[in-house]
């Protein structure tokens, strides 16, 4: 199976191909502002090896800006290539030896989400937590567990910065059973949308 994976949920981009014993992936450095980088490496990617039969898109958390950017990509190239299209949890994709680990990141207006994930799949959140509350919660895990985000953050000891990994979600995409998201794709929001009404 032909697999195309795409992640933009992050500071760092990452695009991977998996055929066969053929796995190939790239980062770089994700400009939320512009988006080149992404299409640059897909132009490469598609010449090189042809049109993919499963397309794997990050779904986030993270940059929504980016993530829209990855879902987008993937639309358009799933109508002109008639690939199946499958969206997946972008903290689902983090390079971990660890069969489970937990992932955090910064949710703005003062809260922050938690996940944890066994087996590349969600098995509890993304939730919402203050600062404190969210102190407590790392602090209740076990020692060992890993902790990632894809940002700095300080002010949570145990946490270690790491970006979701194309290459990883292609690898999913092989899995028989897995929480796919179908289209129409949309990325994980963790609280509903601000609308601001006209007075």
């Not at 195309?4 to 695009?15: D, H, P, V």
């Amino acid at each position: 199976m032909k697999v195309l994976a795409i992640e933009l949920s992050a500071a760092r981009g990452s695009l991977a191909w998996l055929d066969g014993e053929i796995e190939v992936g790239g980062e770089w450095l994700n400009d939320r502002k512009n988006s080149g980088a992404l299409f640059t490496n897909l132009d490469a990617v598609i010449k090189k090896f042809g049109a993919p039969e499963t397309i794997i898109v990050g779904l986030g958390p993270g940059s929504y800006a980016g993530t829209r950017i990855a879902i987008s990509a993937a639309t358009g190239l799933q109508l002109s290539s008639c690939a199946r299209l499958i969206g997946f949890p972008s903290a689902c994709a983090m390079e971990c030896d660890a069969p489970e680990y937990c992932v955090i990141g910064d949710a703005r207006r003062k809260s922050f989400f938690f996940a944890r994930i066994r087996e590349n799949e969600l098995v509890e959140g993304p939730t919402l937590f203050s600062e404190p509350d969210l102190k407590a919660k790392l602090d209740r895990l076990e020692p060992t567990m890993p902790t990632f985000s894809s940002e700095l953050l300080l002010q949570f000891d145990r946490v270690v910065v790491r970006y979701p990994s194309a290459l990883v979600l292609a690898r999913v995409a092989r899995k028989p059973q897995c929480g796919f998201h179908f289209p129409p794709l949309e990325p994980i929001y963790l609280r509903e949308p601000h609308i601001t009404l006209p007075k």
